[in-house]
């Protein structure tokens, strides 16, 4: 259960009557904690201490995450980018940043075709020790000299929790990538720093984890948290991974959080990521990330699902079409499935 404290609450007393009450209680951003289990008697004494404003009851792993706790979706506000609303966020970029000249090219590109936020990876999680691990902080500097060209927000990955003021100071959001959806310490300090962060599902996490994960961001009292469903592995060779639609609704019954969908890692080959993106938005996603570049053969990382300009500008064009035939005629979500 979650226990909503008076601001003005005694830490000593509080502590006090828990102790008695024989409760553990674990911090959970400014004013609440954390009790676990919800015995409805215990709730009923824990409301009558002074010091307590309210008890919330809920009965998923993932409180501060589940719809029960919030019914209204979280809306996130980074620069003049609003994420969650009615229109959907479009987030592009090259894979990795690969020079000043190429990242502005790019973030022109993604301006002009419609787009709201620059991606671009300066902190390469490679599968290979011998791949290029790209460019650090000299490419968060041209991620930041991008945006002071173009004005749009930028988003870049983090994988260390020790790198992860560095990144805050150049970045609007943080990505904490797929192979980091459970690095707990990571996840903990990302939610310290009280900066959006995007939070990629892992290769094998279940929709249960991903929230999980989540919340362990919130629960430092960062709000903004934007989950990304970047493709499962599954059987399937195909494709690069599995992308996962099933979870568009699915989370967006049980969490608050907006949802956005990553096509590009998705499906992993560029003539698939257009239409991957047409089906995100037609899900529900509040929007999509993909991987854009001016010659995608060339790219230095995931050339094979990085699509050209031109592509890029119809996908635009398609779910923006997708959004506004939804609009208005898009079932309210259902609650609590
Ligand atoms: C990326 O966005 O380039 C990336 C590495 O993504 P993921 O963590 O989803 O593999
Ligand atoms: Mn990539």
Redesign the pocket.
Known sequence: MIVMLNPKHNQQLLAQSLAELGVTAYPAGANRVMIAGNDADLANRLAQLPEVLEVVPVARPYPLASREFQQEDTVIQVRDVVIGGSKPVVMAGP??VESVENIVDIAKAVKRLGGHVL?G?AF??RSSPYSFQGHGEEGLKMMAMAREITGLAIVS?VMEPDKVALVSEYVDIL??????MQNYPLLREAGKSMKPVLL??G?SGTIEEWLMAAEYILAQGNPNVIL?E??IRTFETATRNTLDLNAVPVVKSLTHLPVIV?P??GVGKRAFVRPMARAGVAAGADGV?V?IHPTPDQAM??AAQTIDYQEFGLMVEEINRISDVLHGTREKTVVGV
């Open positions: 894979c990795s991606r990876g390469k999680p990955e990505q904490i990538g797929a192979r980091n990629k599902r290769l990304c970047r493709g990553d590009s890692h990330i991987e990382s995931d």
